[in-house]
């Protein structure tokens, strides 16, 4: 049995695995859980990030507007299904990530600069007043993922460079910090090696720690004659050396299948950026933008996913 490190969320959305169903992750069945019909002048509201917070839940969305600029801004929920989202745009940029150390929230995200994409880094207490820390790297990157807690005393990111274009490559590195100011230490985590993720890979919500190590999901990208196809994978880092990969399964874990997937402003596109997990039952809700239009929800277990791994391990030992 695997096992999930952290605090209890009792109050974690959850579905049963539908009877019959052989894949370690399912859907909602009332997919998608945002639209664009929840807040007014939004274009769309995808790739989106959630915590608990207080007797609920609070979150970052990813919000294009109708002149389709992208902003970021702040929603509330009870059930982690139903959010109250904030109209207010708390910074311009896209595909949040966010996650609580030590009781206080970071955020990480896309930030948009003059020459190029960068990783933007703020924290509050309350979502309603965030310090905007250094941008965490020089442009071009993406895909900017804290680790929820530091490691022997460093604060740890996930990051993509990229280009300023539509990257047509693309391999997860980590870096650290003692302050988040500073950051160093840039080590290589991992690159495509599947058909499925071929063109490029970038980490998705924050890691989860387990017994073994920490649970990574993370997006692939296939180019077919059709453009990209963004779907969801997953491994398992090491503990203390998180740049070191110790299990990654060879197929993904989720893909656009379902008609919100597959039919949107992006086609084709399954984006996580976001996981609860309970410790108390292992249950795991993953929350994903849905072909650039909407937020969906899937769940899964911590020994579903971990066992999907190990047997479909592509790691040598
Ligand atoms: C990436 C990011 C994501 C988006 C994806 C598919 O480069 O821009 O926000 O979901 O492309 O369009």
Redesign the pocket.
């Known amino acids: 049995m695997a096992k999930i490190i952290g605090e209890p969320i009792k109050n974690i959305p959850w579905q049963d695995k539908p009877e019959g169903y052989q894949y370690p992750v399912w859907r909602y069945t009332q997919n998608p859980i945002i639209t664009r019909d929840n807040l007014f002048f939004a274009n769309s509201i995808?790739?989106s990030a959630v915590v608990p917070y207080k007797d609920g839940f609070a979150g970052v969305f990813?919000v294009d507007d109708r002149t389709r600029y992208h902003n970021i801004v702040t929603g509330f929920s009870k059930d982690a299904i139903h959010w109250e989202l904030d109209e207010k745009v708390i910074f311009n940029g896209?595909?949040p990530r966010l996650c609580e150390i030590d009781g206080k929230y970071y955020l990480s995200w896309?930030n948009l600069t003059p020459n190029g994409t960068t990783i933007g880094i703020a924290v509050t207490e309350d979502f309603k007043t965030w310090e905007q820390k250094e941008d965490a790297t020089y442009p071009v990157a993406?895909n900017g993922v804290l680790f929820p807690k530091k490691i022997n005393g460093e604060y740890m990111l996930l990051v993509r460079p990229c280009d300023r274009g539509?990257?047509p490559y693309g391999d997860i590195f980590i870096q650290r910090s003692k302050d988040l100011e500073f950051w160093g230490k840039y080590r290589f985590v991992m690159k495509p090696e599947k058909f499925w993720e071929m063109t490029k890979i970038g980490a998705g919500p924050t890691p989860i720690e387990i017994d073994e190590g920490w649970l990574m999901f993370y997006h692939g990208v296939l180019t077919s004659c059709n453009g990209?196809t963004?779907s969801m994978g997953a491994a398992i880092l090491d503990k203390n050396e998180p740049w070191k990969v110790l299990h990654r399964a060879d197929s993904f874990l989720l893909a656009p299948h379902e008609l919100y997937e597959t039919v949107g402003d992006?086609p084709n596109?399954v984006?996580p950026c976001s996981a609860l997990a309970d410790s108390e039952t292992g249950k795991i809700a993953i929350y994903y933008?849905a072909a650039?239009t909407t937020v969906a929800l899937a769940f899964t277990t911590v020994d579903e996913v971990v066992n999907y791994i190990h047997e479909r391990d592509i790691i040598d030992k």
Do not use: A
Request: hydrophobic share 40%; net charge neutral.
């Open positions: 995808f790739n990813r896209y595909d896309v993406r539509h990257t990209f963004y992006v596109v984006f933008g650039d």
